[in-house]
């Protein structure tokens, strides 16, 4: 087994819930509506949310290491751990954030919901729908006690220099990997352009959502799912040159998916009783029964 970390390591955020909502702050506006002047995220204080914040990207840009992802990697994609009925992991999702908290008005569940409805209303195919309804699934990986870094947080490619597009730069200072010589070139263990289905992401709930389900929707889908947490390259275009023509194209879903994901929190919270039947319908369609973790 890996490196152990300390229960202080494993959870520098109150609430994973924290990553998200820093997120609006340093992108308060679609990209569609960013004006020239960037969001002033580096003079931005409120609360104690910032330093917690800080110490979780310390965190997550230290350990994600090309060794880190290859042993989760390794560790979760055997799919052997537990077997959960899908609207049971749904239930479950709904107990991690943690009610006490006043900012986090939003559980998991309207926060799916919000989105995917969102989606629906703008009469997007069924299958866009789904991809909304499920994008956060994957931080079920907190149920094996994951640190929260490695479940959530913006995702970056490793094995080659580390952007400086990426939040929080300085922090891979302490990463080994920005030492290595195999690594801390412009493509370090890639070639140009290969195309990002030959490069590995920092690890989290993204890559393990679609690694678990991509056989069962369409390929703009997990585009999606794969990479809504890339902010370096969907916002920032750092990655241009490890991108293939074919990402390019299916890119512009993940654009398209965006601002579903960040902004679309709308005045009356959807009625997850009420809808549950289309989302019933909707997963059946699409996803077996029961989920292998
Ligand atoms: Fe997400
Ligand atoms: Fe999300």
Redesign the pocket.
Known sequence: MGQEFTSKEKTPLENIEDW?ADLKVRYPKPKTEETKEKSDYRNYHDSERVDTVKEFYRLNHQYQTVDFVKEKQKEFLTFDKEEMPFWEAIDYLNTLVDDSDPDTSLDQLQ??LQ?SEAIRADGHPDWFVLTGFI??FGKILCLFGEPQWAVVGDTFPVGCQHSDKIVYPEFFESNPDSKDVRYNTKYGMYEKNTGLDNVNMSWGHDEYLYQLVKDQLPEPALYMIRY?SFYAQHRENAYDHLMNDHDREMFKWVDKFNPY??YSKVPVPPDAKALRPYYEDLVAKYLPATLKF
């Open positions: 998200e926060h799916l989105t994008h956060d809504h994901d960040l």
